[in-house]
């Protein structure tokens, strides 16, 4: 309960300072939160024709690359889901082949495509912290990127095998958690 209750006062202190023409306290200072958003910015007539034709022109350009990244957030978003069912499966069915090998599949690429995002948000930035010119964060970016590879295909191999020549994925899971 306490716990709850202390979440709901963040929560109500939070959608407090975000409110237009509320006051927050910062460093027992009374300053206005967000006053830059109150006033609207005024363009001149001849500069929202420029802006929407360059913002038409780029949205065009770019479509091609929105429609591959929506496509990739789709497949990544199916992945997900598939392997919930398949870990429902699992439990539910118990051990079998179609869940052994769909897991065997799905959680290597799963986990590929999460690291290789904070490998390709987070590396070049921490690079740039110890290197300030040069082209070391995006070298580094690059040797993580294949460690990442190879460290995901010995994972992929790795449950090929269990599945191949052991008892399976599920049930090796399954004998561990017993064990415990």
């Known amino acids: 309960p306490t716990a709850l209750f202390s979440l709901r006062m963040r929560v109500s202190n939070m959608a407090a300072m975000l409110r237009p023409r509320s006051v927050c306290l910062l460093r027992s200072r009374i300053l206005p939160c967000f006053s830059l958003l109150q006033t609207p910015v005024q363009r001149p007539a001849a500069m929202i024709g420029i802006q929407q034709s360059v913002v038409s022109s780029r949205m065009s350009a770019s479509s091609a690359s929105e429609k591959s990244a929506v496509g990739h957030w789709t497949q990544e978003r199916i ?84 599945n191949i020549f052991d008892v399976g994925l599920c049930k090796a899971v399954q004998t561990l958690w017993t064990k415990i």
């Open 79 to 162: 992945v997900t889901v598939s392997q919930l069912g398949l870990i429902a499966a699992a439990f539910a069915v118990g051990p079998n082949p179609v869940s052994d090998w769909g897991l065997a599949v799905m959680l290597p690429l799963h986990t590929y495509w999460g690291i290789e995002q904070v490998i390709h948000d987070y590396v070049p930035e921490v690079m740039r912290m110890f290197f300030k010119t040069g082209s070391a964060p995006e070298t580094a970016r690059k040797v993580v990127h294949w460690l990442w590879v190879g460290t995901s295909l010995l994972t992929f191999v790795g449950l090929c095998y269990v």
